[in-house]
């Protein structure tokens, strides 16, 4: 079987057909399953010709779900012209789906730029697995900004009096529990001190809030979040800062946070709220078709329009925008391309 699977790896077939290799006998010739790669190698043109693309967005009730599922609306719109079809799942999070990219087991994904960061150099929470060096940017999207929720009559004024609470802070995996662990860094607590953090999913998070389960919860995501509206359905909330001096360390200590502001008015009549923020960024690997990935981004941008009213998070994003974000991965070469034909890049 090692033989079967050594050929079917030299003839560049993945993981579906691996399965379908399984099926046959041990005793089955060489020849028998050189036969059924030929078979799959010269199969009609309209199954050759497609392209079957996953994308690994987020939780359903944050920005990548929705911002996966449109980009792979409008790829789908037009897919008999190009013959590219894709489909968006709900992810894991950004640490998460870049652990799925590095597997192979989706084609793209939609992360937070640290985490991508981390990825690529394989440190932090990657630093078991080694550098993903194949890992390639494909597009930056909107800004991903840190946020603490509580009650409104917590009675807590800052980070320091979260010491010791139950706070939420996202599923393992998940971008914002990540980048939790980056800011307690700078914290004075002990293990005790944090022996109450919870890591659930965002769902039902704010009657979690509300009815006292919780005391807190940290999410890093677009603005306005449908978490945090759906929390001040249920009871009122206020929104603690990290605070300038923790804020100010974490933006000079790495090159993918930069100071950020929640602007007042985001949710009703709170005041801007001083923050940290990060970009969330389209990626996938250096194997990926040119094709595929100026198929994703032309589709993409011919339906701009639509796009930026899937979330407000995406309002004001642009075309020139996908290229400005600053990303220790390189460009993938169908993207530079992409953005050269458009006039993005020089």
């Known amino acids: 079987m090692q033989q079967y699977r050594t050929l079917m790896s030299a003839l560049g077939l993945g993981k579906k057909s691996m399965s379908m290799l399984a099926q046959f006998p041990s005793n089955s010739s060489l020849i028998t399953v050189a036969g059924f790669c030929c078979i799959a190698l010269t199969a009609p043109a309209v199954a050759k010709d497609q392209v079957f693309l996953t994308l690994a967005t987020g939780g359903v009730t944050g920005v990548?779900?929705?911002a996966g599922?449109?980009?792979c609306r409008v790829v789908n719109k037009s897919r008999s012209e190009h013959g590219v079809r894709c489909a968006a799942e709900a992810g894991r999070g950004s640490v998460?789906?870049?652990k799925q990219l590095r597997?192979?087991?989706v084609d793209f994904a939609i992360v937070q730029a640290d985490w991508q960061h981390h990825a690529y150099l394989g440190t932090s929470v990657f630093s078991e697995y080694g550098p993903m060096e194949d890992l390639r940017v494909?597009?930056?999207?909107?800004?991903?900004?840190?946020?603490?929720?509580?009650?409104?009559?917590?009675g807590f004024m800052d980070v320091s009096d979260l010491k010791g609470q139950r706070i939420n802070i996202g599923p393992a995996g998940s971008g914002s529990a990540a980048t939790w662990g980056q800011l307690t860094q700078h914290l004075p607590w002990s293990e005790e001190d944090?022996?109450?953090?919870?890591?659930?999913?965002?769902?039902?998070?704010g009657e979690a809030l509300c009815v006292g389960e919780i005391d807190a919860y940290f999410v890093v995501i677009g603005h306005p979040a449908g978490v945090i509206e759906e929390?001040?359905?249920?009871?009122?909330?206020?929104?603690?800062e990290i605070g300038a001096d923790i804020s100010e360390k974490m933006v000079a200590d790495t090159p993918y946070y930069r100071a950020a502001e929640i602007p007042s008015g985001a949710y009703g009549e709170h005041n801007a709220i001083e923050t940290i923020g990060t970009r969330a960024l389209l990626v996938t690997v250096e194997q990926m078709p040119a094709h595929a990935v100026s198929t994703v981004l032309r589709s993409l941008l011919l339906d701009i329009e639509r796009f930026r009213t899937v979330h407000p998070a995406l309002t004001d994003l642009a075309g020139a925008l996908f290229v400005e974000a600053k990303t220790e991965a390189p460009l993938h070469l169908g993207a530079v391309q992409f953005y050269k034909d458009q006039g993005y890049l020089p």
């Open 96 to 98: 998460g789906s870049l």
């Open 64 to 66: 990548y779900h929705p």
């Open 138 to 154: 494909v597009a930056g999207l909107h800004t991903e900004m840190a946020a603490i929720v509580v009650r409104a009559d917590s």
């Open 69 to 71: 599922t449109e980009i």
């Open 231 to 240: 929390t001040q359905e249920v009871c009122p909330v206020q929104f603690i």
């Open 194 to 205: 944090r022996a109450a953090i919870t890591q659930e999913d965002l769902s039902g998070l």
């Open 103 to 105: 597997d192979r087991d």
